[in-house]
Each structure stands twice: as C-alpha cells, then as structure tokens.
C-alpha cells in the first residue's frame, strides 16, 4: 500500500516521489500544477532529463562507427539501454530489442515487413474496437495494399473487449492479432494472456500494444507468450521518440529489413547489400541516442521505485477518484471494467470536454480531452470525445480533490 | 486568490460571457435546412467536432437564409450560432469579407481594437484570443463558411 505522511496536505495517499519531477514543481495560473495527464505523456524524473543532458554534454558521438572515445561512451551507454530494456520486458535475448522511435513505428514495422509480404486476399487480420488509432491504421493501410480482410471484435458497455466474440473471431485464417495490453481512452487491462493462448490454438502470430501497459505493470514477454509487444519512452517517464519492438528472434530474423540505409548493412556492393544481425537489420540511419539512453535511465527509475508500490498505489488512487467522480451529480463514467489502469474518462452533464478542460486547465489541472485517438471507442458510446484523468506514481490525493472541486468550479460557470 | 485562482477568473468569464453561453445553449438556426443552395463540414481533426453548414443562397448572390447541425464545444456552437445570424441577408461577398473579419480579429493580438469595431455581436467571441488551444474552435463554422461559398467539396478544417 502506499504511504500516508503529511506533508503537503493531511493524510495524504502519496508515493512521496514527486519531488523527482522538476516540471511538475511550477505553477499554472496561480495554482501547483496538478498533472493528471500521463496516459497521453509521462513526465520525465531528473534522473531521465540528467542522463540526455550528460550524453550531450560529454558523449556526444555517432554509435557503432567510430574508433574514438566519445562514440565508444556512446555506444556503451545506447547499447546499455538496450540491455536494460531487455531485461525490463525479460525477452530472451537483446537481439529481439528493436530500438523505435515508438509504439507507432513499432507496429507499422511489424505490418509492413512481417505481414505485408506473407499475406494476401483470403487472410485476415484481427483487431478490437478498443485499440488507439496507431493500432488500427497500420492494419488498414496494409490489408489495402494487400487484399487481406481486417477483423474486429467490438466492446461492451464497460468498455471492455468483447471474449467471446474475439475467440470466435480466431480461425486459421487470421495471420496475426493485433491487440492493446491496456486501452488508452478507457484503463482497461485486456486480459492479454488468455488472448494470446487462445490465438496460440489457430497458429495466430500475436501482436501486443503495450504503450498504456508498461508505465504500470510489470511486463514479461516470454511469460505471456507474445510474438510482438510494442510500447514507447515518453509513456514510461523517457523521453519522446523512443520506443521498442519485441519480437521473437526467428520471426524477425525471417522478416525483410523495414528501411534501408546506414547502420543495418554488413556490406554494401553496388550490386547488392548484406543486411546486418538482429536487432540492427531493423535500425537503419543514425538512431534516437540521446533518447534511448533516456529510456534507459527511465526503466533505473521505474525498477528503482518498484512495481509493486506503484501498482498498490496507482489503484489506491483510482479507487479514490472514481468513488470520488461517481459522488458528483451528473459525472458520467466512461469505461468501468474491473480490472483497470489508472486511467478514468468521464462527462460532465451536457458540459463539453473541451470547456471542461479549458475551465481545469485554468485552475491549473492538465487533463485530456477529446477523442484519445481512439474514435472507433468514442463511437461505441456515441460520444465526440470525453475527459480523461490519468494518474501515475507521482500523483497523490491531493490532486484527487483539487480535481474534484475543480469539477464543481466548472459546473458553477455552466450552470 | 479568488474563486478560479489568480488572474484566470475574468479571462474565464470572458471567454464564457453569456452570450456565448446562452446561443450555446439555445443555438439559432440549428438544423438541417432543406431549400439550401450551399452546404459544407467543417472538421476539428484535433478534437472530432464536426458541423454542417447551409446557406440558402439567391441567383443574385445574396443569403437568403443559413442553418447549422452538428456537436461541438460551448464555443464553436456559440461561434457557428452567432454566424447564422450575422449572415442571413448578406451578399456573399459581404460575407466572406465578415469571415476575414473574424478569422484575424480572433487570431489578432488582444490589443488590436480597430479589427474589433466591425463585428458587432460577433465580438463577443474576442475572449477566445487568450486561449489560444480554443481559438480553432470558434473559427470552425467561419472556416466551413467559406467552403461552402466556395462550394468546395472537401470538408473545412481548421488546421
């Protein structure tokens, strides 16, 4: 459970970590800023923002090249990075780190160069109504180019996946499942083990977009069997640009590299070029150093706090703010699925998000709002967006209630 | 501080006057309007609001009558309300004349009075400028204004 001090208001739920994050020491109109937005981006603990700044202030080199001093700090530290994403995710070998500049890429990646060559009219892809839109466009752009049927399994009123039609959705003919650990728009945790077991079953190659799961939970990728599982830096307390592609090593080794250039070559003849090993084959041109070793300091960071205080504390909080929500009259919660991440998407009466969030953002409240890029979500329930409070370990009850009379402000001005 | 903290109370009430309030409550010609000549979207792609503009518009030019449907924020309702009223009895030309009037008088810096004296009741939307991340939303129904006179085909966006 988390620890209750008092520091800066009585009995506080807190972690006690804030203070490792410089931007949320300011204030914003006149009020502490109170950050309720990390499921769009986290913020970055000084350990993040001192690793880049070393790295440009004294390391600064090209990797992989050079003989000199400079690019052999630069290479240690970016391939250290990669060490410590590997064992982050515990995949078997570092070989299966493909450095991205995020979940984005990482998916269009898997799309073009592991489907696009393998599938055509006849196959299909399989995806839920629940997924970001990052997870969604890939499919369609490649069944486009290739013929293929792209599939989708709906939600339900929760918010949450539809199983049984997913699992009847699963035949021989689905090539690969596309699926998110944990929905962006929502909170809800997909209960992705079973998923990909029952995928298993038909020989569907799985495909997991853990961009909302890998700031939360503890994530092993051999223990749940995925083939794929994508996420990005800037979710996980790094920086921006930088992301991961797991795959398992004798898929990527089958797969054509995704772009050619500096970097993924062994040898480059005029009359044709050898492709470099895994993970490089995948990394062409001079990558994100910087930000991956940003990356690398952000996994430091996470490990170094813990799993287990942030999980106990991060659903602490969410208990408090939707039992808190659920007291204002006229709050309507979108997304109530049991098992969740701290992540809450909510109406106010007939207020639209966006003077909500403007009415917040003026009392010093970030929240998103709007349509998550997840429209097809937005859809289902028939709305053109909502609000979305998302908290992370460095959030504390008090947020929580300047939250909450936040919300009343913002009724006053409507009423 | 008092009661939205610091200075952000009188840009608030500014940005919410009751006007905009009020035609966002009760927008006016709102519907679809079956004798229109013209009609055009307007898509906010950063939030999904979405708006359908329609003129009525005679063989002489001149604007006959306008309506709206859609959804959206307080103020790009208020702001696509607003704009019917203004513009019904206008030439078209007098009305995309209105449509640069708006458009940089909301995006003109606070202080800029001269752009503010022809627009009326329309002024009302001024408060936008202190908030930048809104003043999309208010330009919204003027963007698909524009289209529709133009008759362009592809939805008006504000980006």
């Known amino acids: ?415 | 501080m008092n009661e939205f903290g610091g200075m952000s109370n009188d840009e608030l009430r500014d940005l919410y006057r009751e006007l905009i309030l009020d035609h966002a409550r009760k927008p006016r010609h709102f519907g679809k309007l079956e004798s229109a000549t013209h009609s055009a979207e307007g898509i906010n792609p950063l939030c999904g609001d979405k708006l359908r503009l329609y003129l009525q518009v005679d063989a002489a030019g001149n604007i006959r009558d306008a309506a709206f449907e859609g959804s959206g924020c307080a103020i790009s309702v208020a702001s696509a309300s607003l704009l019917t009223d203004s513009i019904i009895g206008l030439h078209e030309r007098d009305a995309l004349a209105k449509f640069e009037d708006v458009t940089s008088s909301l995006t003109a810096s606070a202080g800029d009075v001269q752009r503010s004296i022809k627009l009326g009741k329309l002024r009302a939307l001024e408060g936008v400028r202190q908030f930048p991340a809104r003043v999309k939303c208010a330009t919204l129904a003027w963007h698909a204004l524009r289209s529709a006179i133009n008759q362009q085909a592809t939805p008006a966006r504000t980006e």
């Open chain 1, 1 to 415: 459970m988390s620890q209750v001090v008092r520091n800066r208001g009585e009995n506080i739920t807190t972690l006690g970590v804030r203070a490792d994050f410089p931007a949320l020491q300011q204030e914003i109109n006149g009020q502490p800023l109170v950050y309720l937005d990390s499921a769009a981006t986290a913020q970055q603990p000084t350990t993040v923002i001192d690793a880049v700044a070393n790295y440009h202030r004294h390391d600064h080199a090209n990797v992989h090249r050079g003989v000199h001093a400079l690019s052999h700090r630069a290479t240690e530290a970016y391939e250290g990075a990669r060490d410590k994403l590997q064992s982050f995710i515990n995949a078997a070998s570092r070989s299966e780190i493909v450095l991205t500049s995020g979940t984005t890429e990482s998916v269009n990646l898997v799309a073009q160069s592991f489907c696009r060559p393998r599938i055509g009219a006849g196959d299909k892809i399989l995806i839920t109504q629940l997924e970001h839109h990052s997870n969604i466009v890939p499919w369609q752009l490649v069944c486009e180019q290739t013929g293929a049927e792209l599939l989708i399994a709906p939600i339900d009123d929760s918010g949450q996946i539809d199983l049984d039609v997913l699992r009847a959705l699963m035949t021989d003919e689905v090539v690969l499942m596309a699926v998110g650990h944990v929905s962006n728009a929502l909170g809800t945790i997909n209960p992705v083990k079973d998923i990909i077991a029952w995928a298993k079953q038909f020989d569907i190659m799985v495909l997991i977009d853990g961009a909302q799961a890998v700031p939360h939970m503890a994530i092993d990728v051999q223990e749940l069997g995925c083939d794929f599982y994508a996420f990005s830096g800037h979710k996980m307390f790094g920086p921006t640009g930088t992301g991961v592609l797991y795959g398992r090593e004798a898929l990527l080794d089958a797969m054509p590299p995704w772009q050619g250039g500096g970097d993924m070559i062994l040898e480059v003849r005029l009359d044709g070029t050898t492709f470099n090993d895994l993970p490089y084959k995948f990394e062409a041109g001079t990558p994100n150093i910087a930000g991956i070793i940003g990356l690398g300091a952000a996994v430091d960071y996470i490990l170094d706090v813990g799993f287990d205080k942030i999980a106990a504390h991060e659903q602490d909080l969410l208990t408090q703010l939707t039992t808190r929500l659920g007291e204002i009259e006229d709050i309507r919660l979108i997304g109530t699925s049991a098992n969740k991440a701290s992540v809450q998407s909510f109406l106010l009466g007939d207020i639209h998000p966006h003077d909500l969030g403007t009415i917040l953002d003026h009392q010093g409240i970030a929240i998103r709002t709007g349509h998550h890029c997840a429209m097809p979500v937005m859809e289902f329930f028939g709305l053109a967006g909502t609000a979305r409070a998302s908290l992370s370990l460095y959030n504390d009850s008090d947020d929580i209630d300047r939250l909450i009379a936040a919300i009343e402000k913002a009724r006053q001005v409507f009423a």
